[in-house]
C-alpha cells in the first residue's frame, strides 16, 4: 500500500477533517450537556479522591520538588544532574505516594545493568502487571498529575528494546504488536516521521489508517486514537477536549486490553516498536491537558478498573516491590 492511500496526501484538507471531527463530538456529548444539570460528573477512577501531589503525606519527604527534578532530567537525559543519586535513594522510603514511587521505580530501571533490569521486569510489579495495575488512573489523569510517568516509559522502552530480552520476549507473544500488512508498516513509518521532527499527524491520516485497519485492536490503532486525541488537544477547544479525552480512552483500551485471555502487562508495551509512549510523552511534556477527568464525561461503555488504596503497592506483588529488591542493593547511577 502506497503513502497516498495511508492518507498522506489527500484531497479533502486537515481542516476539513478538524470540522468532522468538531460536528461528531458536539453530537456525541450534546446529550450530556443537555442534561448536565440533572446528571452527576463522573469521576474517571477517582482520581479526585487521590492527592496526586503527594502534598498531604507525612513521609519528610518534599514530592513537589522531586517531580521537579524528574521533569528536569527528562528535559535532559544526557546532562549532568546532580540529584540523580539522591532520587534514587528515595527508592523505598515508606510513603503513600504511589506515583512518585513509581516514577523513582522506572527511573532505577534506567541505572541498571541489563541483567538486572531483566530480572526486574520479570520479577517486579514494573514490568509483570498492567500499567493501571501500579498506578489506578487513566492515561488522562495520570498527564494530568503532572508526574512523567510516559516519559520514563519511553526512555526506559528505548533502552529494553535494544537488549535480547525484548527481542526473544517480542517473538514469543506478538500479543496485538503485530504488523500484520503493508498499512501498519507504513503508518508506523508516518508516525515515526513525524515524531523525529516534533510535527503532529494529521486527522486525515490517523482516520484513514483507522478505518482501513482489519485489525479488531492492535497497539497500531492505540498509536493512532492516541495521535488523534493529541492533534485534538492543540486546537484548545472545550468540545475538541472532550473529544481528545474519549480518544486517548480508546487509545488506553487498546493498549491495556487487547490480548484474549490475559492482561497486557508494562513488559509487553515496552517491547513494542509503535511509538505510543512517545505519543504520551508528548502531551505530557507540552502539557497539553488542562483538565482532570471529573471535569468532564466518561466515554460510552467506558469500564475502570477498581481504585485500590493508595498504599496497596507495599505489599505487592510477592515476587518483588520495587527494582532495588531484586538485586538486595540500590542501583547506582554508574550502572547501565
Same mark, same amino acid.
Given at each position: 500500500?502506497?503513502?497516498?492511500?495511508?492518507?498522506?496526501?489527500?484531497?479533502?484538507?486537515?481542516?476539513?477533517?478538524?470540522?468532522?471531527?468538531?460536528?461528531?463530538?458536539?453530537?456525541?456529548?450534546?446529550?450530556?450537556?443537555?442534561?448536565? @444539570?440533572?446528571?452527576?460528573?463522573?469521576?474517571?477512577?477517582?482520581?479526585?479522591?487521590? =492527592?496526586? =501531589?503527594?502534598?498531604?503525606?507525612?513521609?519528610?519527604?518534599?514530592? /513537589?520538588?522531586?517531580?521537579?527534578?524528574?521533569?528536569?532530567?527528562?528535559?535532559?537525559?544526557?546532562?549532568?544532574? +546532580?540529584?540523580?543519586?539522591?532520587?534514587?535513594?528515595?527508592?523505598?522510603?515508606?510513603?503513600?505516594?504511589?506515583?512518585?514511587?513509581?516514577?523513582?521505580?522506572?527511573?532505577?530501571?534506567?541505572?541498571? /545493568?541489563?541483567?538486572?533490569?531483566?530480572?526486574? *521486569?520479570?520479577?517486579?510489579?514494573?514490568?509483570?502487571?498492567?500499567?493501571?495495575?501500579?498506578?489506578? *488512573?487513566?492515561?488522562?489523569?495520570?498527564?494530568?498529575?503532572?508526574?512523567?510517568?510516559?516519559?520514563?516509559?519511553?526512555?526506559?522502552?528505548?533502552?529494553?528494546?535494544?537488549?535480547?530480552?525484548?527481542?526473544?520476549?517480542?517473538?514469543?507473544?506478538?500479543?496485538?504488536?503485530?504488523?500484520? /500488512?503493508?498499512?501498519?508498516?507504513?503508518?508506523?513509518?508516518?508516525?515515526?516521521?513525524?515524531?523525529?521532527?516534533?510535527?503532529?499527524?494529521?486527522?486525515?491520516?490517523?482516520?484513514?489508517?483507522?478505518?482501513?485497519? /482489519?485489525?479488531?485492536?492492535?497497539?497500531?490503532?492505540?498509536?493512532?486514537?492516541?495521535?488523534?486525541?493529541?492533534?485534538?488537544?492543540?486546537?484548545? @477547544?472545550?468540545?475538541?477536549?472532550?473529544?481528545?479525552?474519549?480518544?486517548?480512552?480508546?487509545?488506553?483500551?487498546?493498549?491495556?486490553?487487547?490480548?484474549?485471555?490475559?492482561? %497486557?502487562? %508494562?513488559?509487553?508495551?515496552?517491547?513494542?516498536?509503535? +511509538?505510543?509512549? @512517545?505519543?504520551?510523552?508528548?502531551?505530557?511534556?507540552?502539557?497539553?491537558?488542562?483538565? +482532570?477527568?471529573?471535569?468532564?464525561?466518561?466515554?460510552?461503555?467506558?469500564?475502570? +478498573?477498581?481504585?485500590?488504596?493508595?498504599?496497596?503497592?507495599?505489599?505487592?506483588?510477592?515476587?518483588?516491590?520495587?527494582?532495588? =529488591?531484586? @538485586?538486595?542493593?540500590?542501583?547506582?547511577?554508574?550502572?547501565?
Amino acid at each position: 500500500m502506497s503513502k497516498r492511500q495511508c492518507g498522506t496526501r489527500l484531497p479533502v484538507s486537515d481542516a476539513s477533517w478538524t470540522l468532522l471531527i468538531f460536528l461528531l463530538a458536539v453530537f456525541i456529548s450534546g446529550g450530556v450537556q443537555a442534561n448536565q @444539570s440533572k446528571k452527576p460528573v463522573v469521576a474517571e477512577k477517582h482520581a479526585s479522591e487521590l =492527592d496526586l =501531589d503527594c502534598e498531604s503525606y507525612e513521609d519528610g519527604v518534599d514530592w /513537589s520538588e522531586v517531580r521537579r527534578q524528574l521533569n528536569g532530567f527528562l528535559k535532559e537525559p544526557s546532562a549532568e544532574h +546532580p540529584s540523580v543519586s539522591s532520587l534514587l535513594a528515595l527508592g523505598r522510603v515508606q510513603t503513600d505516594c504511589y506515583i512518585g514511587l513509581c516514577c523513582l521505580g522506572y527511573m532505577a530501571l534506567l541505572f541498571m /545493568s541489563p541483567e538486572k533490569r531483566s530480572a526486574a *521486569l520479570v520479577n517486579t510489579l514494573f514490568g509483570s502487571v498492567p500499567l493501571w495495575d501500579q498506578i489506578p *488512573l487513566s492515561y488522562w489523569d495520570t498527564i494530568h498529575s503532572r508526574w512523567p510517568i510516559f516519559g520514563l516509559l519511553e526512555m526506559l522502552g528505548l533502552q529494553v528494546r535494544k537488549e535480547p530480552m525484548a527481542s526473544s520476549h517480542r517473538h514469543a507473544d506478538g500479543c496485538c504488536d503485530r504488523l500484520d /500488512s503493508d498499512l501498519d508498516h507504513v503508518f508506523r513509518q508516518i508516525l515515526d516521521n513525524h515524531l523525529s521532527t516534533g510535527a503532529s499527524l494529521p486527522i486525515a491520516t490517523t482516520t484513514r489508517y483507522l478505518a482501513e485497519s /482489519s485489525s479488531r485492536c492492535s497497539f497500531g490503532k492505540a498509536s493512532a486514537y492516541l495521535a488523534l486525541a493529541e492533534r485534538l488537544l492543540l486546537a484548545d @477547544s472545550s468540545i475538541l477536549t472532550q473529544a481528545a479525552k474519549d480518544f486517548m480512552a480508546m487509545g488506553e483500551a487498546q493498549l491495556d486490553r487487547c490480548a484474549v485471555g490475559r492482561n %497486557v502487562t %508494562v513488559f509487553d508495551q515496552m517491547t513494542s516498536e509503535w +511509538p505510543f509512549w @512517545s505519543i504520551l510523552r508528548r502531551v505530557e511534556a507540552e502539557e497539553h491537558v488542562q483538565l +482532570p477527568s471529573e471535569k468532564l464525561r466518561t466515554p460510552p461503555q467506558y469500564v475502570s +478498573p477498581v481504585l485500590e488504596p493508595p498504599g496497596h503497592l507495599a505489599g505487592r506483588p510477592t515476587r518483588g516491590r520495587w527494582p532495588q =529488591d531484586v @538485586s538486595g542493593s540500590r542501583p547506582s547511577a554508574a550502572e547501565g
